[in-house]
């Protein structure tokens, strides 16, 4: 499975940008996909998750009401809405695959990672 995430940028604080990660290749199972950044120097942390059937989300207490996950079974496309964007939001954005059908905010859950894109909000 080969997973591709876009929509990254710059933006100012209190604004909004949407990513989007589409995943290729052998997506036949229905597994949750998840949202996780690293900020420069910093461990890489869950942001989000959403489980097959786009019923279950589990969100990180940093982000809750701000960012919104979704997904699209048919296009094999999972999204990551943020708004009211902050500085400490900044860091590389990387989507992936679960291994389980239920979302989880643990990373060694999931089997699959995307390179990245990057969101850079400024002050």
């Known amino acids: 499975v080969q997973l591709q995430a876009s929509g990254g940028g710059l933006v100012q604080a209190g604004g909004s940008l949407g990513l989007s990660c589409a995943a290729s290749?052998?997506?036949?199972?229905?597994?949750?996909m998840g949202w996780f950044r690293q900020a420069s120097g910093k461990e890489r942390e869950f942001v989000a998750a959403?489980?097959?059937?786009?019923?279950?989300?589990v969100y990180a207490d940093s982000v809750k009401g701000r960012f919104t996950i979704s997904r699209d079974n048919a296009k094999n496309t999972v999204y990551l809405q943020m708004n009211d964007l902050k500085p400490e939001d900044t860091a590389v954005y990387h989507c992936?695959?679960?291994?389980?059908?239920?979302?989880?905010?643990?990373?060694?859950?999931?089997?699959?990672w995307g390179q990245g894109t990057q969101v850079t909000v400024s002050s």
């Open positions: 959403i489980s097959w059937s786009g019923h279950s989300t």
């Open positions: 290749g052998r997506t036949s199972s229905k597994t949750a």
């Open positions: 992936a695959v679960s291994r389980w059908y239920s979302g989880s905010s643990d990373k060694n859950d999931y089997r699959y």
